[in-house]
């Protein structure tokens, strides 16, 4: 825990490091391929200024094989210098997926900024990019830039002047390219990011969409999005790649005047032949990397704005306590005072609610629509945050549970949510141990071993997430199974039979009479009588508030019997066991 770099910037850092001695090796090789590219214009040199001299075939056969061999080792390092890179980005991604993955899991909980987290795990895919892209590598060239004018100053100052102001401007094309661009593609990915996620949520939409005649209206509303990213996308464009156009343009010109003087210097006969083309050849060189990071600016500038989303949006996701293994908790409930407000709101929507449950109860919650009922389902699986008072599960606080919590919590939330895997994969909640016998002991408890015999492959089906080939009223058995799966203390119900037909519904009574026999606890949140038909105790929401807990049938008669209306006022039956 103490070694944990702090969230946020140092996290990256530490990531980067991860790659840092290959990237040593990366330069290593760089040096060699960079001095390699010595090869062509020393091969003119000879060439021009020794063998047309002399005449002698040996002399070109001698230096032609001296070449091939060079060029052939320049291929093999700059190849070798590509792997390493990969393995460079690989290993930065490989430090942050698992983190980026279980923060972008705690933030989805606000609505809000569920686009935000999916835009953040494709921002590490464009840090890793830049590993993989040449312009790193062209950045690894750069020190070579000055170096290999240098050493056209040794053929001719003149040309080595002139090499550098040439450079100077490449450099100043370069600058304002960065100036211009920057906002520009920053815009542009914004805007191409909005336009998928509408995309994507039309897509999760499909059925409401095709059915209700929304196809035109979303097409419209998509293509207004695409047009205004692919508007921001041009003008990026063309302001970038006019400063590519520029910079090619104007380097291509600068080897031909360097050529061009240097024929004029050899007339004067102030140089040789071979050092005016050598010199030309260099001075490409030279300018080669400034052109091709220029080029492949775009990568780098998305790069950067990923590294900036990415610190600011770790930086506020603190790493998960390390937390000491609790045992296994006696099912008894003890929630006190309990506020709850939902992530990304201020306002709470259930208020202090105070309430006790003992082992080998259940308790049923009711109230209109909209009293609170969920939310308070959700915190109680650990879900949303307690902003106020508490809820001990077995005496324990239930953030003291960490992310053990959900062993000892079986939760079926009120809109069912399947992953792409198999069903038996989905009941043992995503776990890559088998445990057949476990899966299928749940799975006959929530009434749907049988069901599932009928499916094609049986537990072995795979069911493609929530768009699957299963009803409502069967994801919602395969839910209940994954909630059972593990033999939880607690079992947070929320309308667990909103789908189920009769049958259904008399085997979920029979799931709780069970748990309640083995001196487990169970909480159903539901609008249905049929589902309270097991709980001991009932209770009554309304807006947020407990308006009334005790006994089920004393509740029954005593508040929603008389007046429904008027269970805005309290009339808390104290909590009692319940003789069974
Ligand atoms: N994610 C959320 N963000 C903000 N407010 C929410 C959120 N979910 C629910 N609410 C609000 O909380 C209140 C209680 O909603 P909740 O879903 O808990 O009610 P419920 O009793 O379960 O209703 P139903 O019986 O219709 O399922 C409502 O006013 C709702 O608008």
Redesign the pocket.
């Known amino acids: 825990m103490t070694d944990q770099p702090a969230p946020g910037l140092q996290e990256l850092r530490a990531a980067r490091r991860k790659g840092l001695g290959l990237l040593v090796w990366a330069f290593v090789f760089s040096v060699f391929v960079n001095l390699l590219m010595l090869t062509g214009p020393l091969y003119m040199l000879q060439v021009y200024d020794r063998v047309l001299t002399s005449r002698s075939v040996e002399t070109l056969v001698a230096l032609s094989i001296l070449v091939t061999m060079l060029y052939a080792l320049m291929g093999v390092l700059d190849y070798a210098r590509g792997r390493v890179m990969a393995r460079v980005g690989a290993r930065f991604q490989t430090a942050l997926d698992g983190r980026l993955f279980s923060a972008t899991l705690r933030r989805s909980m606000?609505?809000h900024e569920r686009a935000a987290c999916t835009a953040v795990l494709r921002d590490l895919d464009a840090l890793q990019n830049i590993f993989v892209s040449p312009v790193l590598m062209a950045i690894m060239d750069m020190p070579w830039t000055p170096i290999f004018i240098a050493a056209i100053f040794i053929f001719h100052p003149v040309l080595g002047w002139v090499s550098v102001v040439g450079g100077a401007i490449i450099i100043v094309l370069a600058l304002l390219n960065q100036i211009v661009t920057t906002n520009r593609v920053r815009t542009a990915q914004i805007a191409t990011q909005r336009a998928h996620a509408f995309a994507e949520q039309a897509h999760e939409a499909s059925e409401v969409a095709l059915s209700q005649g929304m196809r035109d209206s979303l097409q419209r509303r998509y293509k207004r999005l695409r047009n205004l990213a692919l508007q921001q996308n041009v003008t990026a464009n063309d302001w970038t790649g006019l400063f590519t156009s520029a910079t090619k343009a104007f380097r291509l010109f600068l080897q031909s005047a360097i050529l061009g003087l240097g024929a004029y210097l050899v007339l004067q006969g102030d140089m040789t032949a071979g050092s005016m083309i050598a010199g030309s050849i260099l001075l490409g060189r030279a300018l080669a990397p400034i052109e091709q990071a220029m080029g492949n600016w775009p990568v780098v500038q998305r790069a950067r704005a990923g590294w900036r989303t990415l610190e600011r949006f770790l930086a506020v996701v603190p790493h998960e306590p390390e937390r000491t293994d609790l045992p296994r908790p006696e099912a008894r409930l003890a929630v006190k005072g309990l506020t709850i407000v939902?992530?990304?709101?201020k306002?709470p929507?259930?208020r202090n609610v105070t309430f006790t449950l003992e082992p080998g109860q259940a308790l049923g919650v009711i109230?209109?629509?909209?009293?609170?009922?969920?939310?308070?389902?959700?915190a109680l699986a650990g879900y949303w945050p307690i902003a106020a008072g508490e809820a001990r599960l077995g005496g324990a606080t239930l953030d003291q549970y960490g992310p053990t919590l959900g062993l000892h919590i079986g939760y079926l939330p009120?809109t069912v949510s399947l992953f792409a895997g198999t069903v038996a994969e989905n009941i043992r909640r995503m776990s890559l141990e088998p445990d057949s016998q476990a899966v299928v002991a749940a799975a006959k408890k929530a009434n749907a071993h049988e069901m599932i015999m009928q499916l094609e492959n049986g537990y072995d089906t795979f069911l493609e997430g929530n768009e699957n080939q299963l009803s409502g009223g069967q994801k919602q058995r395969i839910a209940l199974a994954r909630a059972i799966h593990g033999d939880p203390t607690l079992l947070i119900l929320?309308?667990p039979n909103s789908m189920l037909d009769a049958d259904g519904s008399q085997a979920l009574n029979e799931t709780v009479r069970e748990f309640k026999a083995q001196d487990r606890a169970v909480i159903v949140?539901t609008?249905r009588p049929a589902a309270i038909a097991e709980c001991d105790l009932l209770m009554v929401?309304d807006q947020?508030a407990l308006v009334a807990f005790g006994p089920r049938d004393e509740v029954l008669s005593t508040v929603l019997a008389s007046n429904p209306k008027s269970a805005r006022r309290p009339q808390v039956v104290r909590p009692q066991k319940v003789s069974m």
């Open positions: 606000n609505p939902p992530p990304g709101t306002k929507t259930v109230g209109k629509s909209g009293s609170g009922k969920s939310t308070l389902a959700r009120q929320d309308e949140m609008h929401m947020g």
